[in-house]
């Protein structure tokens, strides 16, 4: 049946089609359908697989109203505004959850409105979602698993920030780790592929975000997007983009003691990642 917030009408002998009969006996009064109690339940909508004429979709809402006029049933439906439209291809994929007859000429090719013993809540938010498939156009994102023991860093190619690279490599060889950053490799013509395989093989990634250097914003959301383990650091608060002020990051300052404590604190949370 399809989406609608004016009246919409299927055949009255078509209502409760579908339903089992342990389930249609508790909304009947009599030989007469409880429409009272078919307003109080949960709806899914959505139309026949075969009509290339409609979207494809399945909205879930209320129904507002149910009419009895002679053949047919008037019902008035309602979307909810806080639940997304549903692709009717992954509705037919859990038919089986939903007790819905999915074979080839099943529930989802006829018109008709049937009620099910099913949680349709629990139902949709299990439901497998539709695998994304990322397709950059600048660079390849490599495949496989990231290496046990390699970390790697992004920071700005300044020689200020050098005294940290040192640090931080050298606390992290100590571990028995590997640590690298982009200028200690060359196995791409072009740069930017060999950053993403570099963050593709870190089990984690080190951003320094300070003087709001762009290759590193740009490197820090290739990290974050293939869902690298990302510990932020920073000099300045300011230089923490707004859209980045939700994660936590380590303040540090560039002379001796500063780089000391930045040790100190980026090296336990290192071993809580590598650890996972």
């Not at 109690?37 to 149910?66: F, H, N, Y």
């Not at 629990?122 to 023991?149: M, Y």
């Not at 963050?199 to 490197?219: G, K, M, P, T």
Request: with cysteine; charged share 25%; hydrophobic share 40%.
């Amino acid at each position: 049946m399809g989406v609608s917030t004016d009246d919409t009408a299927i055949r009255a002998d078509r209502l409760l089609e579908y339903t089992e009969p342990s389930v249609k006996v508790k909304i009947m009064r009599g030989d007469e359908v409880d429409t009272e109690g078919l307003k109080r339940m949960p709806a899914l909508v959505m139309p026949e697989l075969q009509d290339s004429t409609r979207r494809q979709v399945a909205t879930v809402g209320t129904i507002e109203s149910v009419r009895l006029v002679g053949r047919d049933c008037k019902f008035r439906f309602v979307p909810d505004p806080d639940i997304p439209e549903i692709p009717s291809s992954e509705i037919k994929a859990i038919a089986s959850i939903l007790d819905i007859d999915g074979s080839q000429w099943g529930e989802f090719t006829r018109t008709h409105w049937a009620v099910k013993d099913v949680d349709l809540f629990h139902a949709l938010l299990a439901r497998p979602k539709a695998a994304t498939s990322l397709s950059p156009k600048v660079f390849t994102i490599p495949g496989g698993q990231p290496e046990d023991d390699l970390i790697s860093i992004m920071m700005p190619f300044d020689a200020s920030f050098t005294p940290v690279h040192r640090a931080l490599s050298d606390a992290v060889s100590k571990e028995g780790w590997r640590c690298q950053r982009v200028d200690d490799i060359w196995q791409n013509d072009a740069i930017i592929q060999d950053i993403v395989g570099l963050i593709a093989r870190s089990r984690a990634v080190i951003c320094d975000l300070s003087n709001r250097n762009a290759n590193v914003f740009y490197e820090t959301g290739i990290a974050h997007t293939i869902g690298r383990n990302v510990i932020l650091l920073a000099r300045h608060d300011s230089d923490v983009p707004f859209d980045l002020r939700h994660l936590r990051h380590v303040k540090y300052m560039s002379n001796g003691q500063g780089i000391d404590d930045l040790i100190a604190q980026v090296m336990p949370r290192l071993r809580d990642l590598m650890t996972q």
